[in-house]
């Protein structure tokens, strides 16, 4: 696996992308995003496909399903690799023995700024006064505090944590990016962030998402069940 593709992968892990073993020597990834987001994800096929890693379709598949932290029908997009051996070392840097995933601990040798800017495309949030939150939901304290220390260390970024509170009650952790130390960032993540996704950090763009031409597969929605994000 070439160094641009391991970084790329490396943010969209994450962020959103599901990745899981299947045996002991192979392993797969999945991508998935809302359908306001298809020209992100349309990116992150044309980019596989571009690498050579083969799908288990060649298209992209369209489904429904009801997601229950937030009691809301949301419509996405998906695909998935087969499983390969190559992308083994990055299940074993980012499961557990168990197949849960976790923040490696050396996720500071590993983040670069492409990989950070693909982590915003997949996973942050718009703040209007000007920064951008890192969605880290399901990840625990000490995990968010990794990667605080690797947005320090590797980019001298000075983040805060946003505690949110869930539908059910339970709280979560989220990294915010002050418009200050964003805007400092900028010029060093701008090469690699989207068009379509340059509103996540602040930036105007005129670019409209089509996601016309998508296969509608509701079957499909067994897969996409067992992911985690």
Avoid at 1 to 11: A, F, P, Q, S, V
Avoid at 90 to 98: G, H, Q, S, V
Avoid at 102 to 129: C, F, S
Wanted: aromatic residues 8%; glycine residues 6%; hydrophobic residues 30%.
């Amino acid at each position: 696996m070439n160094k641009t593709l391991r970084e790329i992968l490396i943010g969209v892990i994450l962020g959103d992308a599901h990745i899981g073993r299947t045996g002991l020597n192979k392993a797969f990834i999945s991508f998935e995003q809302s359908s306001k987001k298809a020209e992100y994800l349309n990116h992150l096929h044309d980019l596989v496909k571009k690498e050579g890693l083969p799908l288990i379709k060649e298209g992209i598949t369209s489904y429904s399903r009801n997601d229950q932290r937030y009691s809301v029908q949301n419509n996405s997009l998906y695909f998935r690799t087969q499983s390969l051996d190559e992308l083994k070392p990055l299940a074993d840097l980012f499961l557990d023995e168990t197949g849960k995933k976790r923040i490696p601990l050396n996720i500071k040798e590993e983040l670069t700024h492409r990989g950070l800017a693909y982590w915003i495309m997949d996973d942050g949030q718009q703040v209007k006064r000007g920064g951008v939150t890192l969605c880290t939901d399901n990840y625990d304290e000490d995990e968010v505090d990794l990667l605080q220390v690797a947005l320090k260390e590797n980019f001298d970024l000075e983040t805060n944590i946003h505690n949110k509170k869930s539908k059910s009650g339970s709280y979560y952790k989220r990294i915010y990016i002050p418009k200050s130390d964003l805007d400092e960032l900028k010029p060093d993540i701008l090469p690699y962030i989207r068009d379509s996704m340059l509103y996540k950090i602040n930036v105007e763009s005129n670019l409209k998402q089509n996601t016309e031409g998508f296969i509608s597969d509701q079957e499909s929605e067994m897969e996409v069940d067992i992911m985690d994000n």
